[in-house]
Nanobody, 116 residues
Framework: QVRAVESGGGLVQPGGSLRLSCAGS????????VGWFRQVPGNQREAILC????????YYKDSVVGRFTISRDNAKNTVYLQMNNLQPEDTAVYLC?????????WGQGTQVTVSS
């Protein structure tokens, strides 16, 4: 099955850090842009940031600038989301999406909970 697979979520205290991974399963991510999204139950899914196939970063959410960074390791077929100084409002299910033109591959998501 061709899909993206997220991992790395968990429980972290405010001010802590996590690194999420988005791995390609049955798909080579290198030619795809990959975006990270998050969703809280009852709310709309929101775009956070993405990385292009040429490694350009685009931020969609001002509140993560300076705290979240995205990178890719094509040798490992993985895109990473480094999240620093996490706050309770960052609590959500985080999902990645590999996209190219009209082709999209979503993952199932990984839960991030920020709480003391």
């Amino acid at each position: 099955q061709v899909r993206a697979v997220e991992s790395g979520g968990g429980l972290v205290q405010p001010g802590g850090s996590l690194r999420l991974s988005c791995a390609g399963s049955g798909i080579t991510l290198e030619p795809y842009a990959v975006g990270w999204f998050r969703q809280v139950p009852g709310n709309q899914r929101e775009a956070i940031l993405c990385i292009s196939s040429s490694n350009e970063t685009i931020y969609y959410k001002d509140s993560v600038v300076g705290r979240f960074t995205i990178s890719r390791d094509n040798a490992k077929n993985t895109v990473y989301l480094q999240m620093n100084n996490l706050q309770p409002e960052d609590t959500a299910v985080y999902l990645c999406n590999a996209f190219r033109g009209t082709t999209h591959f979503w993952g199932q998501g990984t839960q991030v909970t920020v709480s003391s």
